[in-house]
């Protein structure tokens, strides 16, 4: 390797550190309940220390299902739809990066994963699709977070920051924000989407 190519590889580490996007990554939440109380989620340490999401009906524990596993490393949170339908766990940490997984309920409190959604990965190529860029990820390490639910349980509000690049570009997100919609994958900067359920009105 060159010296000028060395020098180049040196000052985008450097670069890329001090361009980093701050973080405040939440505490982490290992129990608690769903919006309408019906189900419980706990965090488990599995026999060969991994961790493990487990959901039961509140109160009847000895029905418990294994929903995934997970890093549990003090970043997670788990996210249920307002009508309890979804589950999205964040989860990662500052040199992981935080990702969103998203599940579909299936019966009681089976949840099937929908690992084709990408949230996080998907939101990253819509960003740079916007500015006119390649949409190619390019992030080293992505931190995505779920701001807020729509009443009627459709869309979610995301966080995404990170940076990464190469010797030649640079690329920083910082806290960019956008709505995704569940049923259909895409992304929106329309925030009357998320409050199509929040106004309710009529004769007392």
């Given at each position: 390797?060159?010296?000028s ?15 980093a ?14 919006p ?15 961790k493990?999401i ?26 249920f ?7 999205i ?87 960019w ?5 569940l ?7 329309d ?6 359920a ?7």
């Amino acid at each position: 390797m060159s010296k000028s190519s060395l020098r180049g590889r040196r000052l985008f580490f450097v670069f890329s550190v001090l361009v980093a996007p701050r973080l405040l990554l939440p505490a982490q939440q290992e129990a608690g309940d769903s919006p309408s109380g019906a189900i419980h989620y706990e965090l488990r340490k599995a026999a060969d220390d991994s961790k493990e999401i487990w959901l039961f009906p509140k109160d009847r524990k000895e029905e418990a299902v294994k929903l995934c596993e997970t890093p549990g490393w003090g970043n997670l949170v788990v996210h249920f739809s307002p009508d309890d339908y979804w589950i999205i766990v964040q989860d990662g940490g500052a040199s992981l990066g935080v990702s969103l997984r998203l599940f579909r309920r299936q019966q009681g409190v089976r949840f099937q994963e929908i690992k084709e959604a990408d949230i996080d990965g998907q939101a990253e190529k819509f960003a740079l699709r916007e500015r006119g860029l390649p949409q190619n990820p390019t992030l080293d390490h992505r931190y995505a977070a779920v701001l807020a639910w729509s009443a009627d349980s459709k869309r979610i509000l995301i966080r995404l920051s990170g940076s990464g690049g190469n010797e030649k570009r640079y690329i920083r997100l910082s806290e960019w924000t956008s709505v995704y919609e569940l049923g259909s994958g895409k992304f929106s900067f329309d925030l009357k989407e998320m409050n199509r359920a929040a106004l309710e009105y009529g004769r007392q």
